[in-house]
């Protein structure tokens, strides 16, 4: 090793010291010390207060309290968990509510955008979106008799940047809904939700975001930017655990028009009468359907509050200068390799994760994960993201992993591992 | 107390004595010993065995190994587990996968049935159903453009047995859906699932069950009905937990044709491709949506061994004499108070929970609540709902919620309590 290699290091040392949020990572579990995780955008580590919260949920609400549980704070547990990501989203009162899956929720809403602009056939969206979104596009189109045309943004899945000129051109009068991931997957690209949105209403069409990958790592403004409809995941940045309950913003300007896909009890305005009639619950809960998954929704509760208490701007001011600086560590060592940078340089229009493509991602993957404890995940076709999730990544993290990723490949350790792809990351 | 009084609570323990099942009392948490919980056909005891799962889910899977948590079991757990509640439907490999919310659950496969018969308007049920399942099929007949009509036999909420005349008389080529609950949930009525299947397709149509209030605690024979689609939620006689994930079942010999209408990446053939666009999963897989949550979804999974342990012919033989004894006792105490009988008293028309009616039903379950320590639910307009989950329910505990309600009642002391409902039970 060079006297610039430990240079180089004690400058990432010398960004933690000045951190400060780096304290936040005391209040997450790391099992393993030497491991790097950078898959915060995928599943988020465990918050230390999270156990403790599902053992009582488990033993004392389910145990020993049971049905009254329901009383105790479980019925009302999506709405005011809504109300705390509401805060996260630049959402005001009233407006969240926690339940079922992402895909799920984009279906309800999607379903209710379309139905408020009954005589427009577009749905405008694009190629960097997350394919689940597409399919459920896709099947609420088929659902609906084939009326309705996707309009996809975008050429091919290898763009890291959408062509707004396109996406421009494609509004007008017969777009009903243009839905987006806030931030793309796979290159992590920022979209301007104002500049979007604004355009999708001069012409008269509603906006949905995909908030699964900004929601906890960069600022959202749902309310000042007069979005329609927003949706997201909260195991990724919020940290609510695998598989945990999604959520879905509804703007107050829409409660009363906005008419729910999908009529379950919870969204009825008095379960209890059991009326053999619906009639839809006020405002955004109307979009609630059926009872909720209470161990995970317990978790996700107590799992926000890390993110809580360091707030999003000073998330996002350390999410900016750790990525940031992985770009800087990658121009510097790994451009000269053959790496291409999967992901937007304006850190304006970038997210919380940077991608490097390489024709042999999967393996370079591979190796990462089996020889230098590193933990990215891999995203066909050539894709290595990694995830910095400014809770509890530190800028040591960034530079041990861009120098354990030279290793790999000036040593072509991943040259031993098959061709084939990984099933699930 | 009277003689009478000592030997017919001796009779109880005697029956106690002979129970076969008695011993699984012990997998199950009993914090309070005192209290009598006759709400397990709305959220199942604790089994005492799943603690230790969530807590393993929790620190090990999501704590250390993180992202290889979905390597390590979950991704495969929607199938795993939905074969070992198929073991308890009666349904053969590959037909159940555990998913959503039973709500979301009777949508998708409501909108495949529909699908299936596009020339037929008609969707029958009944008013004995769960009114979730009736909003559910309202919103899908909105959706669809109203081209299609729900007839829903039975003429109030009164009634404890379906009007099987009139359900026959509606079953004709025009109707392409029957969804009725196996069990209803307010009279515990047991519909004869083979004779309702032939008859519906007979006449072209097809079936879907929603098995909520049987699932766990009578034998349902799925594949042997022949039925087409089947429905329920895992937290009643399942146990698995507050909101736990609910199961779907679709008969294999419809797995080519039936087409899901929310298309998530979950029920993508290929998931981890991300092509952008929708090809289905075979089978029954591709009503699978989103990403399940995993914390409510390993605590059913471990919940499920008593009830599998035990086997559905014993429960249910339990179940029978727990109802038959309750109404016995009903008859020679309750009926002279003015308590009527709200379910059937043909064991094999009766589910494991048994009604009985009262004007001041409301404030009766109040008193039997806090004075009384016996935990029954209320339904509007008037049942006392007592529901015997043969597992954990004694003989024992049935005389002694007779006993109690006699006092509450011969003493008046439900008077106290104001006449307003409550909000959740």
């Not at 530190?394 to 000036?410: G, K, N, P």
Request: net charge negative; glycine share 8%.
């Amino acid at each position: 090793m060079t006297t610039d290699h430990d240079a180089a290091r004690k400058r990432a040392l010398l960004l933690d010291q000045k951190d400060p949020l780096a304290a936040f990572r005391h209040q997450f579990v790391v099992a393993d010390p030497g491991m790097i995780y950078l898959e915060g955008n995928s599943l988020g580590r465990l918050p230390r207060n999270v156990s403790s919260r599902v053992t009582r949920a488990v033993e004392t609400e389910w145990g020993a309290d049971l049905i009254r549980g329901w009383n105790g704070g479980w019925w009302d547990s999506p709405t005011r968990i809504g109300e705390k990501i509401g805060t996260l989203l630049g959402a005001g009162p009233g407006q969240v509510v926690v339940c079922d899956q992402t895909s799920i929720n984009l279906f309800k809403l999607a379903s209710a955008a379309l139905d408020l602009r009954p005589q427009r056939p577009r749905i405008v969206t694009d190629t960097l979106n997350f394919p689940s979104d597409l399919y459920i596009l896709q099947g609420l189109v088929r659902l609906l008799g084939n009326r309705h045309e996707i309009v996809r943004i975008g050429s091919s899945d290898g763009e890291i940047s959408p062509d707004l000129a396109a996406l421009e051109a494609a509004l007008d009068e017969s777009v009903a809904l243009v839905t987006l991931s806030h931030v793309t997957f796979k290159s992590g690209y920022l979209y301007d939700m104002q500049m979007i949105t604004e355009l999708a209403h001069r012409c008269g069409a509603l906006v949905l975001w995909d908030l699964s990958h900004s929601a906890g790592a960069v600022p959202i403004g749902l309310d000042a930017c007069n979005a329609d409809f927003g949706i997201g995941c909260t195991y990724k940045y919020l940290n609510g655990g695998p598989g945990a309950p999604a959520f879905l913003y509804v703007n107050r300007r829409l409660h009363e028009q906005a008419i729910a896909p999908i009529w379950g009890w919870w969204g009825e305005s008095q379960p209890f009468t059991f009326g053999l009639d619906y009639r839809p619950a006020a405002g955004v809960h109307r979009f609630l359907t059926g009872t909720a998954p209470m161990l995970s929704t317990s978790a996700l509760e107590a799992a926000l509050s890390p993110i809580m208490e360091a707030g999003m701007e000073r998330v996002r001011e350390k999410s900016t200068a750790l990525t940031q600086y992985a770009i800087e560590l990658y121009d510097a060592r790994l451009a000269p390799l053959g790496l291409a940078l999967g992901s937007p340089r304006d850190p304006n229009r970038r997210g919380s994760h940077v991608s490097l493509r390489h024709p042999e991602g999967y393996r370079i993957s591979r190796a990462l994960i089996e020889e230098m404890s590193v933990i990215p995940d891999y995203r066909e076709p050539d894709n290595i993201r990694m995830g910095f999730a400014p809770l509890y990544v530190s800028f040591l993290d960034v530079w041990e992993c861009i120098d354990r990723l030279q290793h790999v490949i000036t040593e072509k350790r991943f040259e031993k591992y098959p061709v084939q792809r990984l099933t699930v990351t």
